[in-house]
């Protein structure tokens, strides 16, 4: 939702929660991740977890997508940090898997 210009994100708690821990495998919430503005600021959150030893993932790259870094809240939720496009590859990758994909209309190309 956006506030004034600005995104939102509202999470609740809610009273009737038994208490039981996180567990991605029920059905809601398996992770949340944001977009990070560049490379440099993905480097200084991950400053900033160490900084407060807090465990995180390194920073690692997904092919045409871009850099990610994960981390858990005290909940055990994942929370991804995401540097999206690093090399301005995006395009072209979903270019590429979409003709591939339209090349082999049976579902074998990855």
């Known amino acids: 939702m956006t506030f004034d210009g600005s995104m939102v994100i509202d999470l609740n708690e809610h009273v009737t929660n038994s208490g039981e821990a996180f567990d991605p495998t029920r059905t809601g919430l398996d ?3 944001f977009q ?3 490379y440099d600021a993905l ?3 991950v400053a900033y977890l ?3 030893g807090m465990e995180h993932s390194p ?3 997904i092919e045409g ?3 990610a870094v994960d981390f858990r809240d005290p909940d055990g939720i ?3 940090l995401w540097h999206m496009d690093r090399n301005g590859q995006w395009a072209h990758y979903v270019q590429k898997k979409l003709a591939a994909a339209l090349a082999d209309p049976q579902g074998s190309v990855p």
Request: aromatic share 4%; charged share 25%.
């Open 31 to 33: 992770h949340l991740a």
């Open 36 to 38: 990070i503005p560049s």
């Open 43 to 45: 480097e200084a959150w």
């Open 50 to 52: 160490e900084a407060h």
């Open 59 to 61: 920073i690692r790259t």
């Open 65 to 67: 997508v871009g850099e």
């Open 78 to 80: 994942q929370i991804e």
